[in-house]
């Protein structure tokens, strides 16, 4: 069956430390990618998607992700987090040609002063 | 409006009843999306509104669950004999055109309790 398998469901980390947040895919074919972001109290947001192109993408607040075509992952990334990246993080896929997403279970990310 | 509107926020409700839950799309956006996260889980597709198409209904989990969409405005999910297995967060989201690259805009979501 077609997935999105995130591979860390709780994460904590400390202020100024690096992030990164596996997310592997079981679809062939052409897809899209996102990574979305929830934060504390928040709607849903998009922090940054890869289309085509580059595959090394960057999205709001520092963050950046890797697509690897060979791999099927698409990681995300941060050098260094701050406490205002406590948040749950979503990766999500669109296979084909329309929107529709699917889904990985979250990562919930807290970062401590 | 200034972004994607749903209601109730809480809804609280006996097993055996009837729900419905709203979303005001943002104005201008052709697609609009269900999905619903259960506790602990990620998001799950559930319908997907597009213009004037045929609406996508495969992730419906049962005929339980229907929605509609009055042209490209607000949208209506309704869930019939509720179960307690329905218990989740509904969130509805909408994009400009529907494709694949656009971005989803989600609502706050509706906070569904099945006693």
């Known amino acids: 069956a077609q997935s999105v398998s995130q591979h860390n469901h709780h994460v904590i980390l400390s202020e100024a430390a690096s992030l990164e947040l596996g997310c592997n895919y079981s679809?062939?074919?052409?897809?899209?990618l996102f990574w979305y972001v929830q934060y504390p109290g928040q709607h849903l947001q998009l922090l940054l998607k890869y289309f085509s192109g580059d595959p090394l993408v960057k999205g709001i607040k520092g963050f950046e992700a890797e697509f690897i075509k060979s791999k099927f992952s698409f990681n995300l990334r941060k050098p260094s987090v701050q406490w205002s990246d406590t948040a749950e993080y979503f990766c999500?896929?669109?296979?084909?040609?329309?929107?529709?997403?699917?889904f990985g279970a979250g990562t919930q990310v807290v970062v401590t002063p | 409006g200034a972004g994607v509107s749903q209601s109730p926020s809480n809804k609280v409700t006996e097993k055996g009843k009837d729900v419905e839950l709203r979303c005001d799309p943002i104005s201008g956006h052709t697609a609009l999306y269900w999905y619903r996260q259960r506790l602990g889980q990620g998001l799950e597709f559930l319908i997907y509104?597009?213009?004037?198409?045929?609406?996508?209904k495969s992730g419906l989990p049962s005929d339980r669950f229907s929605a509609e969409r009055t042209g490209e405005s607000v949208s209506t999910l309704t869930i019939q004999r509720t179960q307690q297995e329905d218990s989740a967060v509904y969130l509805c989201?909408?994009?400009?055109?529907?494709?694949?690259?656009?971005?989803?805009?989600f609502g706050p979501g509706t906070r569904l309790t099945v006693l």
């Open positions: 989201a909408s994009s400009l055109l529907g494709r694949a690259g656009d971005e989803q805009f």
């Open positions: 679809y062939g074919g052409t897809v899209n």
């Open positions: 509104f597009q213009g004037n198409s045929a609406p996508d």
């Open positions: 999500a896929v669109s296979p084909g040609s329309w929107g529709k997403l699917q």
